[in-house]
């Protein structure tokens, strides 16, 4: 028979539920857990709430709120350039005919627009965090926040980066495949990417991505791209791809213990995408702004 850790001359049978020293009735304090020593009933638990564990997924999530800054910001630049409003931008826009993405030159009135194929290769990016209105940013961006407070913290800040830069870059050869000479703006491409990350994401943890609503909100994107005028397809379609295949990168890369590797893969998606971007753009064909 045991002996009370404190009082050695007393035979016990009960241990403390959280140490797991035998203890006699003089120091047992009864816990929703069982009994427990002197020392472990005095040490609290510390109780999280909802609001807390969401305060905690919005501090764990620091590039996201980068991407949303720089995003409202390119935002209040084409403001400041005129030429739409809060309601939307042209062609005419200044902001919107240097960085929107293009892939081959045009005519806007009397002005000579060049593109990636050109060898503005910057278009790839930056017409990724180029918007045509108030609502088109804010869907995005709403969307963006919801994905980033859920993906971030789960599988951390670095691969969160490289999944959205692939996923852009990614939706951004989709555009260019389907529709070359349209000038294309938005971040719908790269939050695609992020809807795709995190259904394979949550595929690998055992979790039904419709059940979680994941996959129906690619699917209710997908189908609204259908009848909606002025959507890009490709890069939507483009960014899912990109932020899939990112996805499955990185969880290849930890069944082999080899996380560096797998943001190496991910970086070589990168690379392919900016380079079927430049192919891409380099086709002829009809073009329309797409957001």
């Given amino acids: 028979m045991a002996t009370c850790y404190r009082h050695p001359d007393r035979e016990t049978g009960v241990s403390c539920s959280s140490c797991g020293r035998p203890i006699c009735p003089d120091c047992m304090t009864p816990t929703p857990v069982g009994m427990r020593c002197p020392e472990c009933s005095r040490q609290t638990t510390k109780v999280r709430t909802a609001s807390a564990v969401r305060a905690m997924a919005g501090n764990a999530a620091p590039v996201t709120k980068a991407l949303l800054v720089v995003n409202v910001l390119m935002y209040l630049a084409e403001i400041m350039a005129g030429d739409g409003g809060l309601n939307g931008f042209g062609a005419g826009n200044e902001v919107v005919k240097n960085l ?23 278009r790839l990016i930056t017409g990724g965090f180029l918007h045509a209105s108030i609502i088109h940013i804010a869907f995005n961006m709403y969307l963006l926040w919801i994905l980033g407070q859920m993906l971030e913290p789960a599988i951390g800040s670095v691969r969160f980066a490289a999944i959205y830069l692939t996923s852009l870059l990614a939706g951004s050869a989709g555009a260019l495949l389907l529709e070359p000479n349209a000038i294309t703006v938005g971040a719908s ?55 899939a295949l990112a996805g499955l990168v990185l969880q290849a890369a930890d069944r082999r213990r080899r996380p560096q590797a797998g943001l190496a893969g991910v970086a070589g998606l990168a690379v392919v995408s900016v380079a079927l971007g430049i192919a891409f753009a380099s086709q002829s064909g009809l073009g329309s702004p797409h957001f």
């Avoid at 059940?211 to 959507?231: D, K, T």
């Fill in 100 to 122: 929107a993405l293009l892939g081959q030159g045009l005519f806007v009135g009397d002005t000579a627009l060049s593109g990636v194929a050109e060898g503005q290769y910057w």
């Fill in 189 to 243: 491409g790269a939050v695609f990417g992020l809807m795709g990350a995190a259904f394979v994401e949550l595929r690998a943890r055992g979790i039904d991505p419709f059940q979680a609503g994941i996959g129906w909100l690619i699917v209710l994107n997908l189908v609204l791209g259908l009848f909606l005028n002025n959507i890009s397809i490709g890069g939507h379609v483009g960014g899912l791809v990109g932020g």
